[in-house]
């Protein structure tokens, strides 16, 4: 996926602004029970109420400082992702355009409509998430745990022992997870795939009464995709409940063990619900990582899936150096023309010459699989001769440019 993102060059300031605002995002909200705790340690306890809306106020304007810069950096978050993914579909329509029907055999047409949509979609989503978790989550754990041990360092035993908890139970689901997605892309690949060739051939299809079969093996693709989706999708249910009982359990323990310290005078009641607060940032910050952890890996196997059809050299390249015009109109001739499609036992073309000329009527009769489609494509350089000269206008083929 490094490899996609290096087409990010253009937006460096803009990535750099989003990193900025959601750093100041982060601090406000790490700031903010803080404030809280001296409103309940300083304002409600001695029942100072003009410290109450101060201290309130300036919590106002913090909270809407950090609006801001949520709001701003989701903005620019989104049009650096939509942007990028807007090019890297271009990108990638743009190097298929280039491809001979030998790169579509190879790759299938089916799995190069998924990777120039979905496998795309996946990157892009990935990248806003990045732009903005993947910054904030590191930076409120951090601040977190360093705000909870200013509290009070005694209690931060609980955290000590949740947050180990959390991502043994993150790991595990994920790693059961993380190998489903790459098959996830694969089934959709064969639905893609499936349902082209029925529309492609529909007319086959009812002639040959092939449609209950052609049925069949769509319901097929359509399930195995159903299933592998269901099997992931039930591991992934099975998280947020997980990180939910054992944050609830987190908030449970700190509550009781504070109370004790309350009770002997080791902590104050603002204190303890700044805690709390910071405990639950830090848990966030961990669920927001692993969410990041779940799409990454599918997001990279979408990002393979891009790269190798990007890494394909096209076999059909310009070679002509200079201006190939001719005055003859119309001309068509192959000269011991030999072609071999790959794999295949024996050549579908065999050293085959002969002229046509305007005016002239020229016929190619054969039988099925003859070779007479083959010899078209030829000419239209969907293949390269394996051997021989096919001549247009008196000019091989090879030598013009794709777009004469």
């Not at 002509?320 to 579908?348: I, M, R, S």
Request: aromatic letters at 8%; glycine letters at 6%; a positive charge.
């Amino acid at each position: 996926m490094r490899r996609l993102f290096r087409y990010l060059a253009p937006y460096k300031l803009l990535i750099i602004s989003i990193i900025g605002l959601v750093f100041l995002q982060t601090l406000t909200e790490l700031y903010l029970p803080t404030l809280m705790s001296d409103i309940i340690d300083t304002g409600v306890i001695q029942q100072d109420i003009p410290y109450i809306w101060r201290i309130g106020g300036f919590m106002l304007l913090i909270t809407l400082l950090g609006t801001i810069c949520a709001i701003t950096a989701s903005y620019f978050s989104a049009k650096v992702s939509m942007t990028f993914g807007k090019e890297l579909r271009n990108r990638v329509f743009g190097h298929v355009e280039n491809f001979s029907l030998h790169e579509f055999g190879d790759v299938g047409t089916a799995s190069l409509i998924t990777r120039t949509t979905n496998d795309v979609t996946q990157v892009q989503l990935v990248l806003n998430m990045i732009l903005r978790m993947m910054v904030m989550a590191p930076l409120m754990a951090i601040g977190g745990i360093i705000m909870a041990l200013s509290k009070d360092v005694g209690l931060s035993w609980v955290i000590i022992v949740a947050v180990p908890i959390l991502i043994l139970v993150i790991f595990l689901i994920i790693r059961k997870a993380i190998p489903l997605f790459s098959v996830v892309q694969v089934r959709l690949d064969s639905v893609n795939r499936v349902l082209r060739e029925n529309l492609t051939g529909v007319r086959v299809i009812r002639s040959f009464n092939r449609i209950n079969f052609e049925k069949e093996r769509f319901r097929k693709a359509n399930l195995d995709l159903t299933n592998t989706t269901i099997q992931v999708n039930k591991i992934m249910a099975v998280m947020m409940p997980s990180m939910m009982l054992i944050m609830q359990l987190t908030q449970i323990a700190i509550v009781w063990f504070g109370g004790l310290r309350i009770n002997a005078g080791d902590m104050q009641v603002g204190d303890l619900m700044a805690f709390i607060q910071y405990a639950m940032q830090i848990m966030f910050s961990m669920v927001m990582l692993s969410m990041m952890f779940v799409l990454i890996p599918r997001a990279s196997a979408s990002a393979a899936r891009i790269n190798e059809v990007l890494d394909i050299k096209p076999t059909i390249v310009e070679h002509h150096k200079e201006d190939v015009t001719t005055n003859l109109k119309g001309y068509v001739e192959f000269q011991n023309v030999t072609f071999e499609y790959p794999g295949a036992e024996k050549p579908a073309l065999k050293n085959v010459s002969f002229k046509a000329a305007p005016g002239e009527t020229t016929a190619i009769i054969g039988g099925t699989g003859s070779g007479k489609s083959t010899l078209l494509k030829l000419i239209s350089r969907f293949y390269d001769a394996s051997s021989g000269v096919v001549l247009v206008n008196g000019v091989d083929v090879k030598e013009m440019p794709i777009q004469f």
